[in-house]
């Protein structure tokens, strides 16, 4: 069996992590996996970059960027990324040229290629849901206050009152309708949250969908020495220490950077600003205008795995303030490598934390309890109970998140795909 996973990149966000990790971990299961994107990071023959320099790169761009104009033309309260996803790419065509058996979707958007072109690919299409975005409009994440859309369908009666000019979210899912209303997709969702909202959707509700976590190298992430750890980042060995990181950690509304500061501020007037400090990845510095009483390292961007993984051995503890996640790579990286877990309650993450046992889970946004569990972390920490908590997190990546569970599973679904065709 031939796979071809598409993807725009196979680095830089969590969708694109996923993609690569189940790239190689077919690979090491000995299916024959080829991978296709816009943007290439890695050094490996088997990953295929559609968009070389010159003229091709050129046109890329210039749809990338007149599909940004286009989205300025609505105004909507919900800060996530949206696409259009209108522009022909030529991708499809690509795609039915190959000899693959199955075409594995991952994140597709950007215009690495259009609802329409999506239509036309003649292969058996499983499709990963890393977000909302193929069965809601132009919204990667759907507004949490304002589900009916995606359910019932995108009309003028359920557009929210401030969402002000043209309604291209509407636009975008009527496309959907029109060019997929005959096409059979195998959806795979990471989380039983994502399989619950496609089911519940008017595009997908017909769709067959199965449940299958990301996984991970569990042996890359792995429990290490903290000091050892600490030493190799120039971070202080007498402290306690709070881990936040994810792709645009601090820019992104959704990541929820607002709250992991108020629940610092709340640590810190607890008279414990000399105990206790924090560490962000995925930004280089402080956000403007944000004030944290806490000492606080950024140290920006880390792809390489390895050393994202002595990061998490330097930590005590792992927060993620996301306000809307499906199942995020921070959370099982950071199980792997043994480090107890606060989240709040949403989206798929308590399908990861199990309260009281492995980390954590925080209801509603409160960053007062928020700043609690991380304090009753600590205190764990220095206990029995402290070190059953991080003998839990990483046997809960040993059971749950091995690579080689998460790429049998897969080409389970993937052979399934074929076998229907």
């Known amino acids: 069996m031939k796979v071809l996973l ?28 080829e991978m296709l994107v816009v943007r290439k990071s890695h050094d490996d023959p088997s990953i295929v970059q559609i968009v070389q320099d010159g003229w091709p790169k050129l046109m890329a761009g210039i749809r990338r960027q007149l599909a940004r104009r286009l989205m300025r033309l609505q105004t909507t309260s919900n800060t996530v990324l949206h696409s259009p996803a209108v522009f022909r790419t030529g ?26 072109e999506i239509a036309e690919i003649r292969k058996p299409i499983v499709w990963t849901l890393h977000d909302t975005w193929p069965f809601c409009g132009a ?20 557009r929210p009152q401030e969402y002000k000019g043209l309604d291209l979210d509407q636009w975008v899912w009527r496309r959907k309708i029109k060019s997929w209303k005959n096409k059979r997709f195998l959806l795979i969702a990471p989380s039983q949250w994502m399989a619950f909202q496609a089911q519940s959707s008017m595009l997908f509700k017909n769709q067959r969908i199965h449940v299958v976590s990301n996984g991970l190298d569990t042996e890359i992430f792995r429990p290490l020495d903290k000091l050892l750890c600490r030493k190799k980042w120039n ?34 007037s607890k008279g414990l600003k000399n105990k206790i400090e924090a560490v962000v990845f995925g930004s280089k510095e402080k956000p403007e205008n944000q ?54 309650s949403v989206g798929g993450i308590p399908e990861i934390i199990d309260h009281g046992v492995n980390g954590y ?35 809960t990546a040993e059971r749950r998140y091995r690579q080689d569970i998460f790429s049998n599973n897969i080409e389970k679904v993937f052979r399934e795909a074929v076998a229907g065709s």
């Open 139 to 158: 919204e990667h994440y759907f507004d949490p206050l304002m589900t009916l859309r995606f359910i019932e369908g995108y009309t003028k009666k359920n």
């Open 6 to 33: 598409v993807s725009h990149a196979d680095a830089g966000g969590g969708a694109a992590i996923a993609a690569h990790r189940l790239h190689i971990a077919l690979q090491k299961n000995g299916v024959a996996s």
């Open 291 to 344: 004030c944290i009483n806490l000492v606080t390292h950024y140290v920006g961007n880390i792809f390489d795995e390895t050393q994202l993984a002595t990061l998490y051995g330097a930590a005590d503890v792992f927060v993620t303030p996301s306000m809307q996640d499906n199942l995020p790579n921070t959370l099982l990286e950071s199980m792997s490598c043994g480090l107890p877990c606060v989240a709040f």
């Open 91 to 116: 991708l499809a065509e690509y795609i039915n040229s190959t000899d693959a058996d199955v075409v594995n979707l991952h994140w597709v958007c950007d215009e690495t290629i259009s609802i329409e």
């Open 361 to 395: 889970l925080v209801d509603g946004f409160s960053t007062k309890k928020l700043a609690e569990s991380i304090l009753l972390v600590f205190d764990d920490v220095s206990s029995m109970a402290g070190k059953k908590m991080t003998d839990s997190a990483r046997l």
């Open 235 to 268: 971070l202080p060995a007498d402290k306690k220490l709070i881990l936040f990181g994810a792709a645009s950690s601090t820019s992104d509304p959704r990541k929820g950077f607002n709250y992991l500061r108020d629940a610092l501020n709340e640590i810190a």
